[in-house]
């Protein structure tokens, strides 16, 4: 991080996904002093991940891509990547916030992002940007897209071969890299912290973890994404063209049967509400299957199709019309096919018959459902950051103030207060910043 | 230059190749040029060092040297001082993509006193050295291509200013519902001037008519006089009711609004515009539902009125209401209508109004007829509560409506039940309730063309983009906000005109407005005023202007974007974009193509290259060596891969794709039969 | 690695914001094309003009490649129907002058399409190599310059 950067803001955002950039940049733009903090070694958040995007099926890096450098380049935005909030504290009006960089055992002044490191690394990790479909090295860039473009060592994963240092030209690798305690003061802060995914692990009945072949969505935007991990479309269970793909809706959202299955916590409990946001993937994805496999067959099981913004409707109506196959039905079970094939078995009611079906599938995608990450609220000791019931971030003035929380001059963004797609996440940003804008404008006359 | 263009007398075939005789420039006489190594992933591949000696013959290169980083601080100082102590007029950076280093070389350009214009970038490494570092030679003559294509384009170049305008501190909010209310009050607290102009008489459209809202419960009137409470208070708003705008005029940063507040005609300056102007409702034909056929058959908002009214008791029409049927979608999500579009809110209305009546009323039977109910997010808890209070959901197809008749005085609704396996249901209620949609405004014609907003294929106000520029218009400094745009609800509605009240907020901060000169320019010479460019801008950035006797196209600087589009259309081509000139593009292409004298010792460079490149797979986990001397000279699939050396499948598959990410093999054709792909080892 | 005796030369007219970047990934992931492909990034692949394209030809290229933005376009959502509109002008001309329309092509490339990019060219080289080189049709018909 930049060691002469001022400690004292206008704004600290919290999370650079989508949301956390577009209120970064408002206030930025309106000549406000930024400070965006990322926990991840790049900004970019879910969005940076997918494919293309709805209703317009625009690639998501395209739009992505450009604000994410803006982000970066900005002169009244610094960026704190790979950094944890530890404390934040409200005096005397403005908050005192104590932050944690974890190392990253690359200078960020001198990587020059050219990968030499990586391709000489011989310790092979889970890739997670890739949703852990793929490998990559323990030293690597996080992701092609990524910014910075600054390679990173999972030292828990590190063989100190020190292959890497030796190819580095600009002698960038530092081993022995310390964390760092960073003291900021902000007027105001801003939650962006996003969301978690549904583990699909906590539905077992849909074999998610035994089956190598049942996958969950972020998983199947990340195989038909230009910047995908194989060399083609395929399953990862062996390599093979999917000819027959299935969807389960609703995977982890609109279920209060999941506490009793498994009779766990907070991570995997009732989610009582529609995630918003799976419905338009799912239809999403089969459009581009369907481009991508012309001859593939694919099923979407749903309860209800919720098409309801601007261009869904129609967006919903383009699938059907291109042959995606829509099942009014509630999925009971997968299970393997008995002949090592690889492919599934799913067993489902179907409404429009009140009859128990079976039927074989050779890929099947759990479109899982958003629950809420605000694990951020136990960083706000003298004050509470209040939760809804289910636990995101409290609006507390819904209707007329969306973004104004329960602690004055801390505001929420995206995802954060509640499912949204990427287009609601924007709206919502910017008005957290607006919100932020006038609060702050108190401050400074 | 090419032998034919000497030949200065033939005849064009045609105008799209006429030669601009304007615009004419001083070439740049004292250029430097910087390559980059970029610790080797420049020169690995590209022979830098002989090209920084070849580039220095050129003719106006003062300069020319090859870096290790051109981007580290020393270098960039270093150029400042070459800039200084050589005057030098412009400069060429060799290096990596435009994307991510233009605006440190601009800046050390400001720096060192020469206009940041004044600075090509030319990208050798994503485009040259990587992208070609299979073959060295050949990187080193595109490099070579690229860099005098730099030069001759700097050559060319302009120093530009940026453009920079007035702005008015001051916001027209057209619309006083909630949406145009709650921006009034944000942009005012940012230091604007806010006149809100409303067509009716009172403030608060459409909410200030509701009882009680979902998701809080509060009631609509309630909202809004708290929000006017809070206008009232805050003296930059100043509020218009009973006012018409009747004329717009001006653009960014200086629009005149001409409004007329009953007889008085009021003229108001402001740097931007937010048009608020709501939504209307459905009105259901005659007939539609038995709408108007039959008493019992009306609207959700003509029930939500008398829900509000209603006192212990359910009564219309002097008949005590004691079932309900909700029909939803009504003008909405038509296949062959004319609203295609899903009216968003309808859905958690209609179970909002459900759960108000048994929570004020006892014993009221209610039937939702739907098609996908659509409670999406945390209103999904809404239709939770109205299941439980044993609300009876019907599913209905398009194909297949509910029909309502009147039989012996009962209101009689008979459907197709998709959820019971089509069966046929029949029943009678005492009220249809048609849960209509929302449609553009009828007047929402006359705000579009006085301020020249498009409409898209559902009729409502566009935005240029949904997720890159949601509230922007076409016209810059006009912006939208709540449902004018599509339906929403009341959170989402003031979340779009409060980002629009950030982005107006942006533009308007400092009173003054600094834009990019990267626009267009007409030549005055040769423009005939055809209206080919006019008809063709989306930004509505070309006027006519009288000039030397003759009409002319004018552009407006602080509208154009620069996006060129006017330039093909041109017959007398008489309209450029400053920095993508027939000159600086021309010359680039002739860069290219001038023929390089390159030393051609690369032979041996190029074994080593190879060699050097070579993935050892000492060290890399022994599944990968498995994976090599398996597949040797062999190609194989994933499942005859993993039989062979008995390893499952999905984890073959995992470190083969990552092999194939690294390089180490790679896909040899597809079996289609099979649908497996089969790999080899990458020489 | 087979040797070909003659290696088409292209001019590639890429958009800054979006087929640009897409180009760029392509080297960023060594996914190597031909090294006689050369680009120019300007806005909008709708402010082409046609001289530019026949000047390119003019010059020795044998094919000019349009990595346009397609529905991606932040300018215009009418972009494809612009840029089409470009190469049938350009390509009235080019059939006066007697080349092969076929060399000029156009392809929506998006900000992450760096194989779908590096097919297209490879797919347009084969074509333009069977064509043979420009000089060919240039010399044939000595055409009128541009004035
Ligand atoms: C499979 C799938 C497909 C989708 N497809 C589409 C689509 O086609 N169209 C569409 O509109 N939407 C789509 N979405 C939805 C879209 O991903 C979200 O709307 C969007 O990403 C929300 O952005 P956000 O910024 O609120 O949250 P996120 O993207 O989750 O960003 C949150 C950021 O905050 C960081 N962070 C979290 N906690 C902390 C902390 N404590 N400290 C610091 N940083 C923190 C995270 O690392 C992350 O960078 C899809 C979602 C999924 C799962
Ligand atoms: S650490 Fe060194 S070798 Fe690795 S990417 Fe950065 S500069 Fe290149
Ligand atoms: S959006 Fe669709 S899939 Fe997702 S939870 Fe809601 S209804 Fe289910
Ligand atoms: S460059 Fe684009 S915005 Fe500017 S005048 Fe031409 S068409 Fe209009």
């Known amino acids: 991080m930049p060691e002469n950067i001022s400690n004292k803001y206008d704004a600290v955002v919290i999370g650079g996904g989508i949301a956390g950039q577009e209120t970064a940049l408002n206030l930025a733009d309106m000549d406000y002093k930024v400070l965006l903090v990322e926990k991840e070694l790049s900004i970019g958040g879910k969005m940076i991940q997918l494919s293309k995007v709805f209703p317009t099926l625009d690639c998501a890096a395209c739009i992505t891509t450009p604000k994410m450098s803006e982000t970066a380049r900005h002169p009244n935005i610094t960026l704190m990547l790979n950094t944890d909030v530890i404390e934040t504290v409200k005096t005397n009006g403005h908050f005192d916030i104590t932050l944690n960089i974890r190392p990253r055992y690359v200078d960020e002044a001198l990587c020059t992002g050219c990968q030499q490191c990586e391709w000489v690394c011989p310790k092979v990790v889970e890739d997670s940007y890739n949703s852990n479909m793929v490998g990559r090295k323990a030293i690597s860039i996080p992701f092609s897209l990524a910014n910075p473009k600054i390679a990173a060592i999972d030292m828990e994963q590190c063989l100190h071969c020190k292959k890497c240092e030796k190819v580095c030209v600009p002698k960038a690798i530092d081993y022995n890299m310390q964390p760092k305690r960073v003291n900021v003061e902000a007027t105001s802060v801003i939650v962006s912290t996003g969301f978690n995914l549904f583990k699909p692990k906590n539905k077992p009945q849909y074999g998610y973890g035994k089956y190598p072949n049942v996958i969950d969505a972020m998983q199947m935007d990340r195989l038909i994404a230009p910047t995908r991990p194989y060399n083609s479309l395929l399953r990862p269970g062996d390599g093979k063209v999917p000819d027959n793909i299935a969807y389960i809706l609703c995977t982890g959202s609109r279920d209060s049967s999941i506490e009793n299955a498994m009779g766990c916590s907070a991570?995997?409990?009732?989610?009582?509400?529609?995630?918003?946001?799976?419905c338009m993937y799912s239809i999403k994805q089969a459009q581009l299957l369907m481009g991508a496999l012309p001859l593939a067959d694919i099923t979407i099981y749903y309860m209800d199709i919720r098409a309801f913004g601007k261009g869904y409707e129609e967006f919903y109506q383009q699938a059907k019309s291109m042959g995606v196959n829509f099942i009014k039905g509630k999925v009971a079970k997968v299970t393997p096919k008995e002949d090592n094939s690889g492919n599934l078995i799913l067993r489902y009611e179907d409404v429009a018959t009140g009859k128990l079906k079976e039927v074989k599938h050779d890929l099947v995608v759990l479109s899982v459902g958003v629950l809420p990450n605000s694990g951020i609220v136990k960083?706000?000791?003298?004050?509470?950051?209040?939760?809804?019931?289910?636990?995101?971030?409290?609006?507390?003035?819904?209707?007329?103030?969306?973004?104004?929380?329960?602690?004055?001059?801390?505001?929420?963004?995206?995802?954060?207060?509640?499912?949204?797609?990427?287009?609601?996440?924007i709206l919502s940003a910017g008005s957290a910043a607006s919100e932020a804008a006038s609060y702050i404008k108190r401050f400074s006359n | 230059m090419s032998p034919l263009n000497d030949d200065k007398d033939s005849i064009t075939s045609s105008f799209y190749l006429t030669k601009q005789t304007s615009f004419r420039i001083a070439m740049k006489q004292r250029?430097?040029?910087y390559i980059c190594h970029c610790g080797g992933n420049i020169s690995d591949y590209v022979d830098v060092e002989q090209l920084s000696k070849l580039i220095a013959n050129e003719d106006n290169v003062v300069i020319s040297k090859d870096v290790m980083f051109a981007c580290s601080d020393s270098t960039q100082k270093d150029m400042v001082q070459d800039i200084n102590d050589q005057k030098l007029d412009a400069i060429v950076v060799a290096s990596c993509?435009?994307?991510?280093?233009?605006?440190?070389?601009?800046?050390?350009?400001?720096?060192?006193?020469?206009?940041?214009?004044?600075?090509?970038?030319?990208?050798?490494?994503?485009?040259?050295?990587?992208?070609?570092?299979?073959?060295?030679?050949?990187?080193?003559?595109?490099?070579?291509?690229?860099?005098?294509?730099?030069?001759?384009?700097?050559?060319?170049?302009?120093?530009?200013?940026?453009?920079?305008?007035?702005?008015?501190?001051?916001?027209?909010?057209?619309?006083?519902?909630?949406?145009?209310?709650?921006?009034?009050?944000?942009?005012?607290?940012?230091?604007?001037?806010?006149?809100?102009?409303?067509?009716?008489?009172?403030?608060?459209?459409r909410v200030a008519e509701s009882g009680k809202l979902f998701m809080t419960g509060e009631n609509g009137k309630?909202?809004?006089?708290?929000?006017?409470?809070?206008?009232?208070?805050?003296?930059?708003?100043?509020?218009?009711?009973?006012?018409?705008?009747?004329?717009?005029?001006?653009?960014?940063?200086?629009?005149?609004?001409?409004?007329?507040?009953?007889?008085?005609?009021l003229k108001l300056n402001v740097g931007a515009v937010l048009v608020t102007t709501g939504f209307d409702f459905y009105q259901p034909k005659e007939g539609e539902y038995g709408y108007k056929l039959s008493d019992n058959v009306i609207t959700l908002q003509q029930f939500n009125k008398l829900i509000e009214t209603s006192n212990d008791k359910l009564v219309y029409n002097g008949n005590a209401i004691k079932s309900v049927a909700y029909i939803y979608c009504v003008g909405s999500r038509q296949s062959k209508g004319e609203n295609k579009y899903c009216s968003r809110q309808c859905c958690s209305a209609a179970i909002h109004s459900s759960l108000n009546v048994h929570e004020k009323f006892s014993g009221?039977?209610?039937?939702h007829l739907y098609r996908d109910i659509r409670t999406y997010g945390k209103q999904e808890l809404l239709y939770t509560e109205s299941s439980r209070k044993g609300d009876i959901y019907i599913k209905y197809e398009e194909k297949e409506p509910p029909a309502v008749e009147v039989k012996n005085n009962k209101t009689v609704i008979t459907v197709k039940d998709y959820l019971t396996y089509k069966k046929e249901l029949s029943f009678d209620v005492d009220l249809v309730v048609l849960v209509t949609g929302m449609v553009p405004r009828s007047d929402s014609n006359d705000i579009s063309s006085k301020l020249k907003i498009p409409t898209g294929s559902d009729r409502f106000f566009n935005e240029i983009h949904p997720k890159l520029k949601p509230v922007e218009t076409v016209i810059k400094g006009v912006y939208i906000g709540g449902t004018c745009q599509g339906p929403k609800n009341i959170t989402e509605s003031v979340q779009s005109s409060l980002a629009a009240a950030s982005k107006i907020n942006t533009i308007l901060r400092k009173g003054t407005l600094e834009l990019e000169p990267i626009v267009a320019r007409v030549n005055a010479e040769t423009c005939l005023w055809c209206e080919k460019c006019a008809a063709v801008c989306e930004y509505d950035a070309i006027k006519p202007i009288e000039s030397n006797g003759k009409m002319i196209a004018q552009v407006n600087t602080s509208t154009c974007v620069g996006c060129g589009i006017c330039g093909p259309v041109c017959p007398s081509n008489s309209i450029e974009i400053v920095q993508f000139t027939d000159n600086e593009i021309e010359s680039m292409i002739d860069g290219f193509m001038e023929k390089a004298e390159i030393n051609t010792k690369q032979d041996s460079q190029e074994n080593e290259i190879s060699s050097g490149k070579q993935i050892k797979l000492n060290g890399f986990p022994k599944i990968w060596r498995e994976i090599a001397s398996a597949l040797d000279?062999?190609?194989?699939?994933?499942p005859q891969l993993s039989e062979q050396l008995g390893v499952e499948s999905n984890v073959l598959t995992w470190h083969l794709m990552t092999m194939n990410r690294y390089g180490v093999v790679e896909p040899a054709g597809l079996d289609e039969d099979e649908a497996y792909y089969m790999y080899k080892l990458k020489k | 690695m087979e040797t070909q005796e003659f290696k088409p030369r292209i001019l590639v007219f890429s958009t800054d914001k979006i087929s640009d970047p897409g180009i760029d990934q392509a080297g960023l992931r060594k996914i190597h094309y031909s090294p006689?492909?050369?680009?120019?990034?300007?806005?909008?692949?709708?402010?082409?003009?046609?001289?530019?394209?026949?000047?390119?030809?003019?010059?020795?290229?044998?094919?000019?490649?349009?990595?346009?933005?397609?529905?991606?376009?932040?300018?215009?959502?009418?972009?494809?129907?612009?840029?089409?509109?470009?190469?049938?002008?350009?390509?009235?001309i080019m059939k006066e002058r007697n080349i092969n329309t076929k060399r000029i092509r156009m392809a929506a490339i998006c900000s992450v399409c760096a194989e779908p990019f590096v097919n297209h060219i490879s797919t347009f080289s084969k074509i333009l190599q069977d064509l043979g080189s420009i000089k060919n049709e240039i010399a044939e018909h000595k055409a009128p310059s541009l004035s």
């Open chain 1, 267 to 278: 991570e995997c409990s009732n989610n009582p509400i529609c995630s918003q946001i799976c």
């Open chain 1, 379 to 425: 960083t706000f000791t003298n004050q509470k950051l209040e939760l809804d019931d289910q636990r995101f971030i409290k609006q507390v003035d819904e209707l007329v103030s969306p973004s104004l929380t329960s602690i004055e001059g801390v505001f929420v963004a995206g995802t954060a207060a509640g499912p949204k797609d990427i287009p609601d996440s």
């Open chain 2, 31 to 33: 250029i430097g040029v």
């Open chain 2, 97 to 205: 993509t435009p994307k991510l280093h233009t605006h440190t070389f601009r800046n050390v350009a400001i720096r060192a006193g020469l206009n940041p214009y004044n600075y090509t970038q030319v990208n050798v490494r994503e485009q040259c050295s990587w992208a070609h570092s299979d073959k060295p030679m050949d990187a080193t003559i595109k490099a070579y291509g690229l860099i005098r294509a730099g030069i001759n384009r700097v050559k060319y170049s302009e120093a530009l200013e940026n453009i920079e305008i007035t702005a008015q501190k001051a916001v027209g909010v057209i619309g006083a519902g909630i949406s145009g209310m709650r921006a009034a009050v944000d942009l005012a607290r940012m230091g604007n001037h806010v006149y809100l102009i409303e067509k009716e008489a009172n403030v608060g459209g």
């Open chain 2, 222 to 265: 309630d909202v809004i006089d708290r929000l006017y409470k809070r206008i009232k208070e805050i003296p930059e708003i100043t509020v218009f009711t009973n006012a018409n705008l009747d004329k717009v005029s001006g653009s960014i940063g200086d629009f005149t609004l001409e409004v007329s507040v009953k007889d008085e005609a």
């Open chain 2, 364 to 367: 009221v039977k209610a039937f």
């Open chain 2, 633 to 638: 000279d062999k190609t194989l699939t994933i």
């Open chain 3, 36 to 92: 006689s492909v050369y680009t120019i990034s300007i806005p909008c692949s709708s402010g082409i003009k046609p001289r530019w394209i026949l000047h390119a030809f003019e010059q020795g290229f044998d094919g000019v490649f349009i990595a346009a933005d397609g529905t991606e376009c932040s300018y215009s959502s009418k972009c494809s129907e612009h840029t089409n509109s470009i190469i049938v002008e350009a390509q009235k």
